[in-house]
């Protein structure tokens, strides 16, 4: 059976730490990971990634895939207030589904 | 460009009760989706279309039916609503060159 996994489901840090979140998977016929960010309402599109080892960065936040040992990080430095949130990680299938972890809550402290 | 709109953003039904959830996108995109989403349980996909004049089940797809009205149209409808129901409803509509999904702004459903 298909499965994302998201670790951990929550962290609490304080503000201007770095954290990393993880996302691991087995889901037949990858074709791309995404990484969404979740605040009170929609789920908003972060990053795309199909090929292993290519770093995606916008702002503070980086991402990168693995998909020999098949997962993804998520990166985010010097965090601020306004990053805490829900991310979500989600596999896209060659099916049109995406199949999509239980997410991670972040919580920032000032 | 609105994206994906939804209709309505909040409603209350009694069990038993029928609704439909309206959702629109003006993106020209040819893949649409609805998720419920749970406290601690992700997105889980109720229905999704591939394109106009296409409906598939998801993981989660008894109680609940769909119309693909059109391409910009995909509706979801409740025909007798039960208290397992009550989630928050997202629609959805894919940009195939990317696999991004684009979401409407939710709707929140209590079934009392």
């Known amino acids: 059976e298909d499965k994302v996994v998201q670790s951990p489901l929550s962290l609490v840090v304080h503000e201007g730490d770095t954290v990393t979140l993880n996302c691991s998977y087995e889901v037949t016929n990858f074709r791309s990971l995404l990484w969404y960010k979740q605040e009170k309402k929609a789920p908003t599109f972060l990053f795309m990634l199909?090929?292993s080892g290519i770093e995606k960065k916008s702002g503070r936040l980086s991402s990168i895939l693995d998909k020999k040992e098949l997962f993804s990080i998520l990166n985010i430095t010097a965090t601020q207030t306004g990053d805490s949130a829900i991310y979500l990680c989600a596999v896209g299938r060659s099916n049109y589904q995406l199949i999509w972890g239980a997410g991670t809550k972040l919580i920032i402290k000032p | 460009n609105a994206g994906v709109t939804q209709t309505p953003k909040f409603q209350v039904l009694k069990t038993g009760q029928s609704m439909t959830l309206q959702c629109a996108q003006d993106?020209?995109?040819?893949?649409m989706y609805w998720y419920r989403q749970d406290p601690g349980m992700g997105l889980r996909l109720i229905y999704y279309s591939a394109s106009e004049g296409t409906t598939d089940k998801g993981e989660v797809p008894n109680g609940y039916n769909v119309s693909r009205l059109n391409k910009r149209e995909f509706s979801l409808r409740l025909e007798s609503a039960a208290p397992s129901q009550t989630s928050v409803y997202f629609c959805?509509?894919?940009?195939?060159?990317?696999?991004?999904?684009?979401f409407g702004p939710g709707t929140r459903l209590t079934v009392l």
């Open positions: 199909t090929s």
């Open positions: 993106m020209n995109h040819n893949s």
């Open positions: 959805a509509s894919r940009d195939i060159s990317t696999d991004t999904q684009y």
